[in-house]
């Protein structure tokens, strides 16, 4: 419960200035359509929960964390088994990175899906229930936060000196929807954030054959649980964590490139960053998404097969080219082929799709896919990264696709679909959501599932959704 500290603090900077917004913020001043954005990213993270669930990696996690931590209060979704609060909010997140489905923002990279909902619904139950508006403005507040603070340690730099950028922002706003759940004052609120700070890490090694990639944005998700916890008890934190000079969250992780603390709170509260939040039209990473889209147009509409295919010549900037460009062998895990750009390139050159079954694991040694990739060369290219720069577009790509008959096609994307211009709506996350779900979930269960978190904020209480969400779904494959 709040405490009898000050409603809000007075002295000034970013981690101030944030905490006291935290503490005020209340559904009524944000306007109707974020809330509809915000819940349907709930929706689209639910989706993608319910299909991680029973994947390999996830049920070796569920045994292993259930083991080590018990029963509990907190629910592990589509398995009706109840663990500790931390523990939920680390298996549910593995759960919804656990097939490269879920959201990203381009500018302040993480996956927010997969680190506000564990760490919401774990505080909520910890608490018993909460409020269905209380909920939504929670995770609101959590998708809204995440993004500014990397943008404002412009994260993406960061991937070239491997970290895994989102599981470092993600402690900051999986404590923000913590400390909203348990209606913290602005001092505690402070508290949680410089709890959660300390906590931030991952590597970006992780990318390559570990089920731990899956997990890594989780231990954000289970950070956020941990501080509101500590903070609500009086348990205090680093104070102005976000920019004191010497041990403080931002200067510490972005020595070695330049930052700019104001997006943490330029236009906070007007200017909605969650609206740039993209869902995934594809199974597979976000810099991979351009390839995909330029290989589905190159079989649609220029002719290009597995059979009459020479070569393609990916050219990419820095940072894709060190997340996204390296070249997988044979054999591959589903999530070394999931964020290589030669083997998503490849399965939609092959299938004209890249989603769940591309990924599955009767098609990882796929003689046809692989030969596509032994003809895909990538590049880091110092060009792309003067296009990304002044195309303010991170994951500009070009390819140059030759065919056997000495046809060469050159094609550039800037936005994939899913992205600027491109961004889905909020009926093909629901689309999205609806195929994603078919055949794990009962259609009728399926449905009030989608019909509850599109009104996430009129419900009674957190119960209403969560109970829908408890019981076994089937594995996808």
């Keep these: ?25 209340k559904l009524s001043d944000i306007p109707a359509a974020v809330v509809e954005r915000s819940n349907h990213l ?5 989706a993608c929960a319910l299909v991680g669930a029973h994947l390999p990696w996830s049920e070796s996690a569920v045994r292993s964390v259930a083991e080590l931590e018990g029963n509990g209060s907190a629910s592990v979704l589509g398995w009706d088994v109840r663990v500790p609060p931390q523990a939920a909010a680390l298996l549910n997140g593995t759960f919804i ?17 997969s680190i506000i909902l564990p760490a919401a619904f774990a505080t909520a139950e910890a608490l018993g229930s909460v409020p269905g508006d209380r909920l939504a403005l929670a995770m609101l507040l959590g998708f809204e936060v995440g993004p500014r603070v990397g943008l404002a340690m412009d994260a993406y730099a960061m991937i070239k000196f491997g970290w895994h950028c989102g599981s470092v922002i993600g402690v900051v706003g999986a404590a923000a929807t ?18 959660a700070t300390t906590q931030a890490c991952g590597l970006m090694a992780a990318q390559y054959e570990s089920m731990v990639k899956r997990m890594n944005h989780a231990f954000a998700a289970r950070a956020g649980v941990l501080a509101g916890g500590l903070a609500a008890a009086g348990f205090t934190g680093i104070k102005r964590s976000l920019e004191r000079p010497f041990g403080g969250y931002i200067p510490t992780f972005t020595a070695d490139h330049p930052t700019d603390m104001d997006h943490i709170t330029k236009g906070l509260g007007t200017d909605w960053e969650l609206n740039r939040i993209l869902v995934k039209p594809y199974a597979a990473g976000g810099t991979t998404h351009p390839v995909a889209d330029a290989m589905y147009h190159a079989r649609t509409e220029l002719g290009v097969t597995p059979d009459n295919l020479k070569s393609i010549t990916i050219r990419v900037p820095e940072g894709p080219f060190k997340h996204n460009g390296w070249k997988p062998a044979r054999p591959t895990t589903a999530i070394g082929a999931q964020i290589s750009m030669a083997y998503v390139g490849a399965a ?3 299938d004209g799709e890249a989603f769940v079954r591309q990924f599955a694991p009767d098609r990882l040694d796929s003689d046809a ?20 720069e002044t195309s303010n577009t991170p994951r500009a790509t070009r390819l140059t696709i030759e065919t056997t008959d000495g046809a060469s096609h050159d094609l550039e994307i800037l936005e994939a679909r899913g992205t600027g211009s491109k961004i889905l709506t909020n009926a093909e996350i629901r689309s999205k959501y609806r195929s994603l779900v078919d055949g ?9 599932i989608e019909r509850r978190t599109i009104g996430l904020h009129e419900l009674g209480s957190s119960e209403e959704l969560l109970e829908l969400l408890r019981p076994t779904v089937r594995a996808p494959f």
């Design 1 to 25: 419960m709040p405490s009898n500290a000050p409603a809000a603090l007075t002295e000034g900077g970013p981690t101030v200035e944030l905490v006291n917004f935290l503490a005020a913020a």
């Design 369 to 388: 896919v692989w030969s596509v990739i032994d003809r895909t060369t990538i590049l880091h290219d110092p060009e792309m990264d003067e296009l990304a």
């Design 348 to 350: 939609m050159l092959v």
């Design 178 to 195: 913590a400390a909203k759940l348990r209606d913290l004052d602005a001092a505690q609120t402070e508290d949680a954030i410089g709890i």
């Design 440 to 448: 794990i979930v009962e259609p009728e269960r399926a449905e009030e």
């Design 42 to 46: 709930v929706l689209d993270g639910i």
């Design 97 to 113: 990175q656990g097939f490269e489905l879920d959201d990203y923002h381009e500018h302040g990279p993480l996956h927010s899906e």
